[in-house]
């Protein structure tokens, strides 16, 4: 079945500094989604990227999606204390009713250090 | 507000005492699914429903049930729980698109279960 690898499993960064999390499918994807989830809480939506090479901002956090859309990452530029969680990918491959299903990868846990 | 809701948000029981965790949707969304989450192992799922009354099992799906008799209401079973099952429950659902294709999950605050 699909697999969803996610690099690396924790991050420790001095706040200001960027951090980076990638995902690697073992088959091509129709989709990605990116989710948050802050210590004690429950994953989050940020975004999902659909095209081949889309590039989406959202303040400091740049995703992408490769070109080959077999993987993905996530830059966050000078962290800060408040981006603090597990970031998860979630890739989506198919079409039609075969699309539903989420893999997730096992995510990265950031700490930032102030 | 559009929101998934689970209950008990914390339990702890003891082995083979049944027991059933609720998640219930307001935003008419057809899929639904549980997830369990364990340190170093991501999520992992549980059982998905696509409408009422159609489930099927994820990756894993032992020792649980469940059942969608309504479109809101998707509940975990545990009909003899054991340590094993000790972990975060997650609840989410997922509406479809304009475009028919299906849109990001929604997941519920979480149920932590203790199995002594």
């Known amino acids: 079945g699909q697999q969803v690898m996610q690099i690396p499993q924790y991050q420790h960064v001095q706040e200001g500094e960027d951090f980076t999390t990638y995902c690697n499918s073992s088959t091509t994807l129709s989709n990605i989604q990116w989710y948050k989830q802050r210590p004690g809480g429950h994953p989050v939506f940020l975004i999902q990227?659909?095209?081949?090479?889309e590039v989406k901002k959202q303040k400091r956090l740049t995703f992408q999606f490769g070109e080959a859309k077999k993987n993905s990452s996530l830059h966050i530029t000078a962290t800060q204390t408040t981006d603090v969680g597990t970031y998860f990918c979630?890739?989506?491959?198919?079409?039609?009713?075969?699309?539903?299903?989420?893999?997730f990868g096992k995510g990265t846990k950031l700490s930032v250090i102030p | 507000e559009a929101q998934v809701t689970q209950n008990p948000r914390y339990l702890i029981t003891v082995t083979g005492k049944k027991l059933t965790v609720t998640c219930s949707q307001n935003m008419n969304h057809e899929y639904m699914s549980w997830y369990r989450q364990d340190p170093g192992l991501g999520l992992r799922q549980i059982y998905y429903s696509m409408n009422v009354e159609v489930t099927d099992k994820g990756d894993v799906p032992e020792g649980y049930k469940v059942s969608r008799k309504e479109k809101r209401n998707f509940p975990l079973i545990l009909e003899s729980p054991s340590p094993n099952q000790t972990s975060l429950y997650f609840c989410?659902?997922?509406?479809?698109?304009?475009?028919?294709?299906?849109?990001?999950?929604?997941f519920g605050p979480g149920t932590r279960l203790t199995v002594l």
């Open positions: 990227l659909v095209k081949s090479g």
């Open positions: 979630a890739g989506r491959s198919g079409s039609g009713a075969g699309s539903y299903q989420l893999t």
């Open positions: 989410a659902s997922t509406g479809r698109g304009p475009e028919g294709g299906y849109n990001e999950q929604f």
